[in-house]
DNA sequence: TTGTCATATGAACAATTGCTCATATGTTCA
DNA sequence: TGAACATATGAGCAATTGTTCATATGACAA
């Protein structure tokens, strides 16, 4: 007979937060789980900063970032404001920060 | 003539970290980007747990899972010790709570 | 050894994803 | 209005990824 779980399993499935919820969390780990997006929001970590000066940057396609700026503001990770022809995105808010620097411990702990 | 990012260029680009950090940091985000992997870490929030305690949790292959438990333990995020046939997974350090915590704050804001 | 349980692993397939290219939208200025 | 600049967007393609299925490894007990 297999062994047993029903103690831990019905221990653990109490405090399991809802199945939507876990999925919401999985959603937005994989914006930052590119590299891409990642310096994206590592170049806006000071100061707001154009789409052009952005892909000028990172060396890539004013078309990549652009999707790339849409993703991370479709997740509230950036926000944005237009100049005249410029549109200047930043980050929206502070967990950004935090979740990047938890992540750069865990790597150079 | 584009408008000029010279300034702004130079002063992000003596703050951001060398390329393969940053790809370090996107690959460890990754992991963090699947609900399945997810779910198991959060499991194993408060316990250690066996690989086929997991597969029920999640109603899912213990193949599926062993498979996930192998890049998480990869990525030294969970870590395990062997009783007999049995082998028992728990998270390896504090940053996987804070980082999930983070994400969450981020979720309900 | 043989059988059984617990876990790991490799190949294969479907689904997702990030970029490119072409083009559209929106703003300013002449 | 027309031209130039800044950004956005849709389709398509190559690459990555999570699961399944079959099978292998490893441990224990008879």
Redesign the interface.
């Known amino acids: 007979m297999?062994?047993n779980?029903e103690a831990?399993?019905n221990?653990?499935?109490a405090?399991?937060?809802a199945d939507e919820?876990?999925?919401?969390?999985?959603?937005?780990?994989?914006?930052?789980?590119?590299?891409t997006?990642?310096?994206i929001m590592?170049?806006l970590?000071?100061?707001e900063?154009?789409v052009?000066?952005i892909a000028?940057?990172l060396n890539m396609t004013q078309s990549a970032i652009s999707h790339q700026l849409k993703v991370l503001k479709a997740a509230?990770l950036v926000a944005s404001r237009r100049d005249g022809k410029?549109i200047y995105y930043r980050l929206s808010?502070d967990?950004?920060k935090?979740?990047?620097a938890?992540?750069?411990?865990?790597?150079t702990?």
């Open positions: 297999p062994h779980h831990i399993l221990h653990v499935k405090d399991m937060p919820v876990l999925q919401d969390l999985g959603d937005l780990f994989k914006i930052f789980g590119d590299t997006r990642i310096k590592y170049a970590h000071e100061d900063m154009c052009c000066a000028e940057l509230n410029t808010d967990h950004v935090s979740i990047i938890q992540g750069y411990d865990h790597l702990e």
